[in-house]
T-cell receptor
Framework: ELKVEQNPLFLSMQEGKNYTIYCNYS?????LYWYRQDPGKSLESLFV?????AVKQEGRLMASLDTKARLSTLHITAAVHDLSATYFC????????????FGKGTKLSVKP | NAGVTQTPKFQVLKTGQSMTLQCAQDMNHNSMYWYRQDPGMGLRLIYYSASEGTTDKGEVPNGYNVSRLNKREFSLRLESAAPSQTSVYFCATFTVPEAFFGQGTRLTVV
């Protein structure tokens, strides 16, 4: 059974600092997703990682995937307040392509 | 182009009442999904429909039923609501490799 664990679950950062969110998954998966969720809102797709060694970057966020270690990371560079949100990783489960197994999320707070 | 539209956005039910959450998509995707999100949790799959005419259980199907009315519409029904079903419900469609989520329905069962 596929399980997805994120850490940390809460992260308080100062503006300008760098940090990494980790996402471990328990069994083989061919897809890894990162989403952002603002309070009371839906999920916004950030990255889809499909192969070992995949690295994607958008602004201050960079995601990578190591399928051998079953680990994905979301790296935040020089954090700004606008990045405050909850970040979820999800791995592709079985049964259907859209069956995504989510981590519990990392609540990020960026303080001036 | 609305994408995935859910109705209603908010609902309060009394224990034992029934209701149907509606989801419609204009993306012409074959597969549709219902997830729930509880505080401090990621989304969990309730039911899905891989194509028109088919439905399957996800991780947490108990207490729910679904109907894939046509390619556009996928509804989720609570026959006898319980406080444990208080949650935010998201409908999604999927086309490889991306999922597309609706805006959510916030349901409170008192």
């Amino acid at each position: 059974e596929l399980k997805v664990e994120q850490n940390p679950l809460f992260l308080s950062m100062q503006e300008g600092k760098n940090y990494t969110i980790y996402c471990n998954y328990s069994t083989t998966s061919d897809r890894l997703y990162w989403y952002r969720q603002d309070p009371g809102k839906s999920l916004e797709s950030l990255f889809v990682l499909l192969s070992n060694g995949a690295v994607k970057q958008e602004g201050r966020l960079m995601a990578s995937l190591d399928t051998k270690a079953r680990l994905s990371t979301l790296h935040i560079t020089a954090a700004v307040h606008d990045l405050s949100a909850t970040y979820f990783c999800a791995a592709g489960g079985g049964g259907s392509q859209g069956n995504l197994i989510f981590g519990k999320g990392t609540k990020l707070s960026v303080k001036p | 182009n609305a994408g995935v539209t859910q109705t209603p956005k908010f609902q309060v039910l009394k224990t034992g009442q029934s209701m149907t959450l509606q989801c419609a998509q204009d993306m012409n995707h074959n597969s549709m999904y219902w997830y729930r999100q509880d505080p401090g949790m990621g989304l969990r799959l309730i039911y899905y429909s891989a194509s028109e005419g088919t439905t399957d259980k996800g991780e947490v199907p108990n207490g729910y039923n679904v109907s894939r009315l046509n390619k556009r519409e996928f509804s989720l029904r609570l026959e006898s609501a319980a406080p444990s079903q208080t949650s935010v419900y998201f409908c999604a469609t999927f086309t490889v490799p991306e999922a597309f989520f609706g805006q959510g329905t916030r349901l409170t069962v008192v």
